[in-house]
């Protein structure tokens, strides 16, 4: 437990300079192959960020929550989309949400629909499973 506090004072400096990186760096999509003002940037941001993830993962390894998740993402990686275009495209008041001019409320809006869509996935991977677990690479 010890190693894992070391790990978390970690994140906040990883993510700190990975934010000043990507800034100095500037926009970059990888999508159009752009990487901003200088690819080492890019990937010097990338592997700080990557790392605050890692340590992240190291403090929260034994947590049941994320541990159940993690046995079902191939459904919420699979179900994942039709949420999404649910939220973007039916809801108009999400749409308004996330291009609201201020950062803090997109930024809420954003993790209150990725939580939804998360748990939609999750209780639909279970019916999958009930009724045809082999779409989801489990036998009966």
């Known amino acids: 437990m010890r190693n894992c506090k070391k790990f978390m004072l970690l994140v906040p400096i990883l993510v700190l300079i990975g934010i000043l990186l990507s800034n100095i760096n500037g926009f970059a999509e990888v999508r159009i192959y752009s990487y901003g003002r200088h690819p080492i940037l890019f990937v010097l941001t990338s592997l700080l960020l990557g790392g605050a993830c890692v340590c992240l993962a190291l403090f929260f390894q034994h947590n049941r929550l994320l ?3 993690g046995r079902n993402t191939l459904a919420i990686l699979l179900l994942h989309k ?9 809801c108009p008041m999400v749409k308004n949400m996330l ?7 997109r930024t809420m809006m954003a993790l209150i629909i990725s939580v939804v869509v998360i748990a939609m996935c999750y ?3 279970l019916v999958i499973e009930n009724m045809a677990p082999i779409v989801l690479g489990k036998s009966k």
Do not use: K, R, T
């Not at 039709?82 to 039916?90: G, T």
């Not at 291009?99 to 409320?105: H, K, Q, V």
């Open 67 to 69: 541990g159940v998740l």
């Open 82 to 90: 039709f949420p999404v275009v649910f939220f973007q495209s039916i």
């Open 99 to 105: 291009s609201d001019s201020c950062e803090f409320n």
């Open 123 to 125: 209780i639909a991977g």
